[in-house]
């Protein structure tokens, strides 16, 4: 991705996170009516943290979200972050932040998972033939 491309996603992230905070979880445009949360983790990287505004499905009330990046030929560096420290915050709402655990899901879980993530947003089914890798699933719970 290119550096001008990078520094227009990282504002776009920030104006939807802003919105997200002052209208309690809720955010217009194309993410309208859509569950989000935002996710902090810390950066494999740098060590920083990383606020990300992310969908969510709440599936058997558990929370999961999904590294599609709409197809692309890489995870989300979220995804990383995931993957190096599985702790992070979720903000989901007007709920306060909390700490939760991150848990990637195996294959088969994984599967059934998404499976039922394409029957709620169909374009999740799209993303996958877009792309050569697995999208990563993960389960967010409560720390």
Do not use: C
């Not at 227009?8 to 209208?23: G, K, L, M, T, V």
């Not at 692309?72 to 979220?78: E, N």
């Amino acid at each position: 991705m290119a550096d001008d491309e990078m520094q227009s996603e990282r504002e776009f992230n920030r104006h939807n996170i802003a919105e997200f905070r002052s209208n309690d979880g809720k955010v217009g445009g194309q993410f309208e009516g859509f569950p989000l949360l935002i996710m902090t983790s810390t950066g494999a990287k740098s060590g920083e943290p990383r606020e990300n505004l992310i969908g969510y499905f709440d599936i058997d009330g558990k929370v999961y979200v999904v590294g599609s990046a709409a197809g692309r030929p890489a995870s989300p560096a979220w995804v990383f972050n995931l993957r190096a420290d599985p702790t992070v915050t979720v903000e989901i709402g007007p709920e306060p932040a909390q700490q939760m655990l991150a848990r990637e899901l195996p294959k088969a879980e994984r599967d059934n998972i998404y499976e039922r993530i394409v029957e709620r947003a169909p374009g999740f089914g799209e993303y996958e033939k877009r792309t050569d890798r697995v999208i990563p699933v993960f389960e967010l719970a409560a720390n």
